[in-house]
């Protein structure tokens, strides 16, 4: 079974820390993105990467960064949180190719900043 | 990026057929069209695509209009699990689109 996961479903942070967030997947795609959702917003890509250390930013990159190391391991990292920023946070993946890319998410991850 | 319109809701009865409708009239001839739902409490889950013809699979139908400015998703028996958002989402092919752009889908509720 495919798998996409997420190290925590749910996160409550203060203020001003710095906060990673994890996401790993097991079937050696090239592609992962990060998401958030809020109400009556739908999804919103944040970054995502089509290689090892490779980054492109998404719609809101804006008071986020991520890392990509590894092929399997992709962080979203917020370097100082700030309340706007609790929200869903959703990981996905892809295989690299021409057409179309199904995308797998992981379970997501709910931050709450007070 | 090409827009999708989708009806904010629709109710349907379970183990009745449901037609999902989404319009993108801005479509370019290049342009994949994709289906996802998300279930409460989940990430969303890929359904179905097509580029011009139908489309079938396990899960749904996917019918698209001749001048592709259309779209609809069929659930030929809703079941109570099949209760989700449902996106209807526009993917340009061609190297370095990965990105899918998602909208505020449609929210399909079943009725037992």
């Known amino acids: 079974d495919v798998k996409v996961t997420q190290s925590s479903r749910y996160l409550v942070k203060r203020t001003g820390e710095k906060v990673f967030l994890e996401c790993v997947q097991d079937?050696?795609?090239?592609?992962m993105f990060w998401y958030r959702q809020d109400p009556g917003l739908g999804l919103r890509l944040i970054y995502f990467s089509y290689d090892v250390k490779m980054k492109e930013k998404g719609d809101i990159p804006e008071g986020y960064s991520v890392s990509r190391e590894k092929k399997e391991r992709f962080s979203l990292i917020l370097e100082s949180a700030s309340t706007n920023q609790t929200s869903m946070y959703l990981c996905a993946s892809s295989l690299r190719g021409q057409g179309w890319n199904e995308q797998f998410f992981g379970p997501g991850t709910r931050l709450t900043v007070l | 990026d090409a827009k999708t319109t989708q009806p904010n809701s629709m109710e349907s009865n379970e183990e009745e057929p449901v037609h999902l409708p989404c319009n993108h009239s801005?479509?370019?001839?290049?342009?994949?069209i994709h289906w996802y739902r998300q279930l409460p409490s989940q990430g969303p889950e890929y359904v179905i695509h097509?580029?011009?013809s139908n489309v079938n699979n396990r899960m749904a139908s996917l019918a698209i209009a001749e001048d592709r400015k259309s779209s609809t998703l069929i659930l030929h028996r809703a079941t109570l699990r099949d209760a989700a958002v449902y996106y209807c989402?526009?993917?340009?092919?061609?190297?370095?689109?990965?990105?899918?752009?998602f909208g505020k889908g449609t929210k399909l509720s079943v009725i037992p």
């Open positions: 097509g580029l011009t």
């Open positions: 989402i526009l993917r340009a092919s061609g190297a370095g689109s990965y990105q899918l752009t």
């Open positions: 079937m050696d795609h090239e592609n």
């Open positions: 801005t479509i370019s001839g290049t342009d994949y």
